[in-house]
């Protein structure tokens, strides 16, 4: 399964990176209130990262962003943008989340942006992420939550995964992501939800935004 998810998006990757912002209000949002969170000297990870555009975009405000995506044309992407803006505090890997291996405390701030429903443990690596995180450490992330919209497609979606149709998507509410969350350990520091849910196909997707600190 996983690497039909790999398949998936090493196909996409360059259409994916042409693609525009589906919300750039609401994305542009995002970027504020994680910049709020943001100081000088912070280690960050992001992992599923994509083409690297929303950790270009953050590297001004940290120290160094780690930058991890299983896909490895999504990262040589990335690579070539971070390169275009000769943005040097950033290193990008093709490497999961699943196989970091870090020290515990190890980061100021961990980002998980459009990613965490397209996990098979969701739960394992919330917890995981509290554990590389410093104390007074956030990990924001941005979820598609499609059991608040879409419960009927948990019925299908492994026949489209099996035919590498689409990726691995998990289906799972709001109240699920937030009590595994605080089941990890941490405490909501904030949370945002735009008002209208976007439509992609036959998708109708309203995502999530939480900033989680670990106390």
């Not at 950790?55 to 971070?82: C, E, L, T, W």
Request: hydrophobic share 40%; net charge positive; glycine share 8%.
């Amino acid at each position: 399964m996983m690497n039909n998810s790999v398949k998936f998006w090493d196909k996409t990757a360059e259409s994916y990176s042409q693609q525009p912002i589906a919300d750039e209000a609401a994305y542009q949002k995002k970027l504020q209130v994680t910049q709020e969170y943001f100081k000088p000297e912070m280690e960050v990870l992001e992992f599923g990262c994509g083409t690297g555009s929303t950790a270009i975009i953050h590297a001004p405000y940290v120290k160094h962003i780690r930058a991890i995506d299983f896909s490895s044309n999504m990262i040589k992407i990335a690579q070539g943008k971070a390169e275009a803006k000769n943005i040097n505090n950033i290193t990008f890997e093709q490497l999961t989340i699943e196989e970091l291996t870090v020290g515990d405390e190890t980061f100021d701030v961990v980002l998980g942006l459009g990613i965490l429903h397209l996990l098979e443990n969701k739960k394992e690596v919330i917890s995981n992420v509290h554990k590389i995180l410093k104390t007074g450490g956030v990990f924001v992330t941005s979820t598609v939550c499609l059991g608040d919209t879409m419960k009927w497609f948990k019925g299908i979606a492994s026949i489209g995964i099996f035919l590498g149709l689409i990726p691995l998507v998990k289906v799972f509410t709001r109240k699920e992501l937030e009590n595994n969350l605080i089941d990890a350990g941490f405490t909501i520091d904030y949370h945002w939800q735009p008002n209208k849910s976007r439509r992609k196909g036959v998708f109708k997707l309203k995502g999530v935004f939480i900033v989680a600190k670990k106390a």
